[in-house]
């Protein structure tokens, strides 16, 4: 005769109740299974940021393309000639000369009866007509100007001499930069020529021509190591009467000081 309590204990065993665990449950986990399935979010974490670090290569890689073409604002192609005098339209001629500095100081005639510009602090000297007004501008600029018999008050400039002298510290660039720049900021609303090398007053420098209603000569010419001079001659002579000869013996009699 079978115990109530050895039925108890064939019952559970027969419907898997059992208390005892089975010989499954005491196996470790398969490893094949269980690396399955922790490397799937791995791989796709690997996936995501290797996406993000190539899109931030690209953005590195704009901006660094987008810095050098803006950084080329006066990478200018700047023939050579030897020397440029007078220039102006308004002469019939431009004269080019081939001259060393030391041969380029030329004796100036007609200038009898002429005044000397002369003045402490400023590092330039130059013989101007008497009839010819100076005038101080704000900006450092020295103003030449004498009215033609033609000239109307408070009209544009269109017939007389006029010239200006202004020396300037190069503020970090090179002469050829100082020239470029003021090239593409006259070429924002005038056609004016590139600039090309020559000389004045015996130095080596850069001279452009801009056309339109102001037209004018250039002129950039370093005087030391640190400043450098800017000349613009807008002399107009549509009446013959001289103007433009007088400003290029201007430019002729031009000296720098230390």
């Known amino acids: 005769m079978v115990s109530m309590e050895e039925n108890t204990t064939q019952n559970q065993e027969a419907f898997g109740g059992g208390m005892a665990p089975s010989p499954l449950q005491n196996q470790p986990p398969q490893p094949g299974v269980v690396g399955v399935v922790a490397s799937t979010p791995k791989r796709k ?66 200038t009898e009866g002429w005044s000397t510009f002369e003045r402490e602090g400023v590092n330039i000297s130059f013989k101007y007509p008497k009839e010819v007004t100076i005038l101080d501008y704000s900006d450092g600029a020295i103003v030449l100007r004498l009215w033609g018999p033609t000239q109307k008050e408070g009209t544009e400039f269109y017939d007389g001499l006029s010239m200006s002298f202004k020396v300037a510290k190069f503020e970090g660039k090179t002469l050829k930069e100082t020239a470029g720049l003021k090239y593409l900021q006259l070429k924002e609303f005038s056609e004016v020529t590139p600039p090309v090398v020559g000389l004045l007053a015996g130095t080596s420098g850069y001279t452009m021509h801009i056309k339109g209603i102001f037209s004018a000569d250039y002129y950039y010419v370093p005087i030391n190591e640190t400043l450098y001079l800017e000349v613009i001659n807008g002399t107009k002579d549509p009446t013959k009467a001289g103007y433009s000869q007088q400003a290029e013996t201007v430019l002729l009699t031009l000296e720098f000081k230390p």
């Open 45 to 110: 974490n690997n996936f995501i940021a290797l996406i993000i670090f190539a899109f931030l290569i690209i953005l590195i890689i704009a901006a660094v393309v987008y810095f050098i073409k803006s950084s080329k604002t006066t990478n200018l192609s700047i023939p050579s000639i030897t020397k440029i005098i007078g220039n102006s339209e308004n002469s019939g001629s431009q004269e080019i000369v081939e001259a060393t500095p030391a041969e380029s100081r030329i004796l100036v005639g007609g």
